[in-house]
């Protein structure tokens, strides 16, 4: 089972992006879905996350710029990210807590991607 993530890029202050990611292999079901990130120098923290049954859950800093959605047939996550800021450059990381079919709770990462934000 593994998360692949996409999107990303560079930004100028003030534009959009979306991430996007999809959880793949022998999957059972999918609890929370969300998205952490890492500036330079600084520890990973969580961005967004979104329970199986819809509940939210935004870093104070990124309240009303950014949403997070999920299809739950496709196993995707997306993060909507309007509004950025430079303070928003950071590898974004995917993560998921997935059931396989033997019932075995996974917290999988899926792999980094670069947000740059120029201001």
């Known amino acids: 089972v593994q998360l692949q993530a996409s999107g990303g890029g560079l930004v100028q202050a003030g534009g959009s992006l979306r991430l996007s990611c999809a959880a793949s292999g022998s999957i059972f079901s999918i609890n929370a879905m969300g998205w952490y990130r890492q500036a330079p120098g600084k520890q990973r923290e969580l961005v967004a996350t979104l329970s199986s049954g819809g509940s939210t859950n935004y870093a104070d800093s990124v309240k009303g710029r950014f949403t997070i959605s999920r299809d739950n047939a496709k196993n995707t996550v997306a993060l909507q990210m309007n509004s950025l800021k430079p303070e928003d450059t950071a590898v974004y990381y995917c993560?998921?807590?997935?059931?396989?079919?033997?019932?075995?709770?996974?917290?999988?990462w899926g792999q980094g991607i670069l947000v740059t934000v120029s201001s």
């Open positions: 993560n998921a807590e997935v059931v396989t079919p033997l019932w075995h709770r996974e917290i999988l």
